[in-house]
């Protein structure tokens, strides 16, 4: 999964869900939480579904200090998230990468699937 976003249009607060669903497809990235979505428009470079701690992707962009101003770019191969080139390793746990966005869940609990060849995990 990679994109370029480029508008920094909201921002997500309050008791949330533990997983954030990014999905990104046909030019859009969607970020969806506890009765909470977002799209915004983006450059798909790869499409695909990563379910992400929140607080992960807050460490990310918090790491970013000039985000408000530049593109943001947002690439995972399952195993390690980049933002902006500041990159986080991603425990077993802490994400899982979809690399269908038509077969990846709406939710997802934390636990890793047995490997069946449908979804990409580490």
């Not at 593109?71 to 994400?95: Q, Y």
Request: include cysteine.
């Amino acid at each position: 999964m990679e994109i370029v976003w480029g508008e920094w249009l909201a921002t997500y607060r309050g008791i949330g869900p533990q997983y954030l669903r990014l999905e990104v497809k046909d030019d859009s990235l969607t970020i969806s939480g506890n009765e909470a979505e977002a799209s915004f428009p983006a450059e798909v470079i790869e499409s695909g579904v990563l379910f992400v701690r929140a607080t992960i992707l807050d460490e990310l962009l918090c790491q970013c200090p000039d985000l408000p101003a530049e593109k943001v770019h947002i690439e995972s191969d399952g195993d390690v998230l980049r933002v902006n080139g500041m990159e986080k390793p991603l425990w077993e746990d802490d994400a899982i990468l979809f690399d269908d966005p038509t077969t990846a869940p709406a939710q997802w609990s934390g636990e890793v699937p047995e490997e069946d060849g449908t979804e990409d995990t580490h």
